[in-house]
T-cell receptor, first 114, second 113 residues
Framework: KAGVTQTPRYLIKTRGQQVTLSCSPI?????VSWYQQTPGQGLQFLFEYFSETQRNKGNFPGRFSGRQFSNSRSEMNVSTLELGDSALYLC?????????????FGQGTRLTVV | AQTVTQSQPEMSVQEAETVTLSCTYDTSENNYYLFWYKQPPSRQMILVIRQEAYKQQNATENRFSVNFQKAAKSFSLKISDSQLGDTAMYFCAFEGSNYKLTFGKGTLLTVNP
């Protein structure tokens, strides 16, 4: 079956702009979680969605937001981009998010803010 | 809050030899999951092995095995018969009751021919 699909793969934006990233989970998976990966901070949790509800949010400013649609696809949005938002953004999907089976990650979106 | 510590930023091993990567964690939860992920240069995060905290038996997956010491909060990964394709960044991760993975900083493993 198809894996987790993240689009776009690469993105270059200017400071102050906003960006939307997309994550399509594996069919049948209802939980989607997002992570930011940077050389300095490593992998940090952004948020997790299940059945269109955000169940947990990491320590990121309000400029970072997300949502999940009825087909389980998820989007994250970053407004008023800053240079420090340059990172690899990864999403992971699982059936329920509570079964210890966060095995499936997308290939990530590489965001560069200039 | 949970924390995950990987004390070895870099390690190297000769092809066909065995290497052990260390990981310690801190949590007040009793039921949780632990993972080792591999991230090669392609940046694709790949699950290597997982351990359920309520299971005393150490998980194994082919050449990969863990040494899970719950009381010591230690979760090390042993790679046997190392192969060139094992070269990657390895992350230890914890999942508790709050729907998120907490990652360590990673260990860059290089397998030398």
């Amino acid at each position: 079956k198809a894996g987790v699909t993240q689009t776009p793969r690469y993105l270059i934006k200017t400071r102050g702009q906003q960006v939307t990233l997309s994550c399509s989970p594996i069919s049948g998976h209802r939980s989607v979680s997002w992570y930011q990966q940077t050389p300095g901070q490593g992998l940090q949790f952004l948020f997790e969605y299940f059945s269109e509800t955000q169940r947990n949010k990491g320590n990121f400013p309000g400029r970072f937001s997300g949502r999940q649609f009825s087909n389980s696809r998820s989007e994250m949005n970053v407004s008023t981009l800053e240079l420090g938002d340059s990172a690899l953004y990864l999403c992971a999907s699982s059936r329920s998010g509570t079964d210890g089976l966060k095995a499936f990650f997308g290939q990530g979106t590489r965001l560069t803010v200039v | 809050a949970q924390t995950v510590t990987q004390s070895q930023p870099e390690m190297s091993v000769q092809e066909a030899e065995t290497v052990t990567l260390s990981c310690t964690y801190d949590t007040s939860e009793n039921n949780y999951y632990l993972f080792w992920y591999k991230q090669p240069p392609s940046r694709q995060m790949i699950l290597v092995i997982r351990q359920e905290a309520y299971k005393q038996q150490n998980a194994t997956e082919n050449r990969f095995s863990v040494n899970f010491q719950k009381a010591a909060k230690s979760f090390s990964l042993k790679i046997s018969d190392s192969q060139l394709g094992d070269t990657a960044m390895y992350f230890c991760a914890f999942e508790g009751s709050n729907y998120k993975l907490t990652f360590g900083k990673g260990t860059l493993l290089t397998v030398n021919p």
